[in-house]
């Protein structure tokens, strides 16, 4: 059963993947990938994980894709007509599906060798996965957490000043 | 229950999708939406990583992941809706003030 979720799942993120690449006209694109947005949230919650699951709804399939989405229409940019050959495409997708063949290639050669940790299923369910995801961000993460602010800071500034009428 | 290898070779999958797409369009929001299926599918392995190793510290990392994006989405775009302005289009081969 779980298998067969996960396989139907894998499909309709792999087929939305192809489609964002594929497709002419942006916007086609840009909801194919907030299809396979909402298909990696599902396998967020088979992989124990529902708060980033929920967080991946929010903020990629709601925030971000809105912005993009949003630009799009506002550019009034229209699909490419008469696409021009190029070697690009062809070596593009040739250097792709090596990378892919190669990560196969290491997948297949390698096992799990890393120490377990005391995080499981039981745990989770027991004590909340936000609450553990909290514990961890605010004591050992604390820092790379206050740093993110400044990121943030920085993107809200960088973003302001990018918009200006003269730059 | 499901091995590992099936996670993995999902997300080599989508990055592979998400790689060949930066390649070989041309449209720069088609080229950032691809490198959003990156930075997912690098997402999906922390994650899957976290669940069978036992550990939280994953889940922390794509956190992080997800904010650098935001921020990313939000300075990309500024900078493409500023490159409109100068050139009327998004296409990446007018992108050529710095060639030589």
Known sequence: METIFFTIVAAVTVLSGIMVVTCRNPINSALSLILTFFCIATLYVTLDAPFMAAVQVLVYAGAIMVLIVFVIMLL???SEVGRRYTHAGIIGTVVGFLMLVLTFNFLNNSSLTGAKGLITTDVINKIGHTELIARSMFTDFLLPFEITSILLLVAIIGAVILSKKKI | ?????????????????????????????????????????VNLTFIAFSKYLGNMDGQIFVFF?????????????????AFYKNRESIDVEDLNLMKW
């Open chain 2, 1 to 41: 229950m499901l091995s590992l290898h099936s996670y993995l070779i999902l997300s080599a999958i989508l990055f592979s999708i998400g790689a060949i797409g930066v390649l070989i369009r041309r449209n720069a929001i088609v080229i950032f939406m691809c490198v959003e299926l990156m930075l997912n599918s």
């Open chain 2, 65 to 81: 992941v997800m904010t650098v994006a935001a921020a990313e989405a939000a300075v990309g775009l500024a900078l493409m809706i």
């Open chain 1, 76 to 78: 009034n940019i229209r």
